[in-house]
């Protein structure tokens, strides 16, 4: 299992995009509660600053470990497409690229540094350094 560890303040943010790859990814989560959560797939730098996700951290009270509300899942979702982070697949056939959106069928399964993410029709993690 690779650990993803972010210790520097406006580093980008990732994503896990679930695959099988043989490489489980975990990263520190949830603040204060310091959670480990992993998923098998490979990593995706983004352009976005684990800073504009703050607020995780100051409207949760340092705590955002047992999920997300709908509002926090709408201003990831804003922000994904502030900075028009898509998902890009080319072949010879065709062209696709899918919108970024948080998945709202694992919203109680998100945290603050952890939020599931849809990815066309794949599924994902966005995952950035933990704020506790």
Known sequence: ???????????????IMKCSSGIHW?????????????EEGVLIDT??????????????????SDGITEEDANRVDKILKEHSVIYHS?????DNRFAL????TRLKDSMEAWVYINIG???GVLVWGNSD
């Open 1 to 15: 299992m690779i650990m993803f560890d972010c210790e520097n303040k406006n580093e980008d943010c990732r994503i």
């Open 26 to 38: 975990s990263n520190q989560s949830g603040g204060h509660a310091c959670r480990h959560p992993k």
């Open 47 to 64: 352009p976005i600053y684990e800073d504009e996700l703050e607020f995780f951290y100051s409207e949760h009270g340092g705590y955002c």
């Open 90 to 94: 080319n072949n010879v056939f065709k």
């Open 101 to 104: 959106t948080v998945d709202r």
């Open 121 to 123: 029709d794949k599924k």
